[in-house]
């Protein structure tokens, strides 16, 4: 099983709405990752968990939450999000942190936001 | 700063014919980098990476340190290549972290 889940894989929500993206692995990896992706537009990392500890936050808005229950879960909690937070969001997992060859970062298929 | 830039937002190609998707980096140290692509409605797979020196499905990259450039290959393209192909660098100060390039379109005409 190589594979990242991510539910749901699609949320429209208003911005006074409190709502939670989640993301699933079972490759037993340590490191997990929140990118977003906007429209036509690469992925940019939100955040890293190594270990089930905030490794990496990449200064995002405080109304992002990411939270890392076990080592196979991921959320990423919304709060009085804006319209233009309106992206892919994308879950991934890797080994570790570590920069090796056969480390490598599997990505999930996403969630598609909708903030009205 | 680690930044990748990929200078062609579209490229198209006819079957059969060469492809060369471009790829510069700009990094003080020494960088790994990746391809990444992304079939319509699917998730975002590595291709290969620079320190694997393989080739998969036809494709190859080198590392071309004097020239900062790790563009991607094919000598003939196929109509399953169309996709959208990112190159992506992980810097050594920031663990398995990945930057990415804006993407390239890459469309295979019959």
């Known amino acids: 099983d190589t594979e990242v889940t991510q539910t749901p894989k699609h949320l429209v929500m208003g911005m006074t709405n409190k709502k939670s993206l989640k993301c699933e692995q079972h490759m037993g990896h340590r490191a997990m990752y929140w990118y977003k992706q906007k429209a036509k537009k690469p992925p940019e990392l939100m955040f890293v968990y190594s270990y089930e500890k905030l490794s990496i936050n990449e200064s995002v808005p405080s109304r992002f939450s990411p939270e890392c229950p076990n080592s196979s879960l991921l959320n990423l909690h919304l709060h009085a999000l804006q319209p233009e937070d309106s992206a892919l969001y994308l879950c991934?997992?890797?080994?570790?942190?570590?920069?090796?060859?056969?480390?490598?970062?599997?990505f999930g298929e996403g969630s598609w936001l909708t903030v009205v | 700063a680690q930044r990748v830039t990929q200078p062609e937002k579209l490229l198209s190609v006819f079957k059969g014919a060469p492809v060369e998707l471009k790829c510069n980096y700009s990094y003080s140290g020494s960088p790994e980098l990746f391809w990444y692509v992304q079939y319509s409605r699917q998730r975002l797979q590595l291709l290969l990476r620079?320190?694997s020196r393989e080739s998969i499905k036809g494709f190859t990259a080198d590392l071309n340190k004097g020239e900062t450039s790790f563009h991607l290959k094919k000598p003939f393209a196929q109509e399953e290549d169309s996709a959208m192909y990112y190159c992506a660098l992980s810097g050594a100060g920031g663990g398995n972290k990945l930057t990415f390039g804006t993407g390239t379109q890459l469309k295979v005409e019959l």
């Open positions: 620079h320190i």
């Open positions: 991934a997992s890797s080994q570790d942190m570590s920069r090796y060859s056969g480390n490598t970062i599997y």
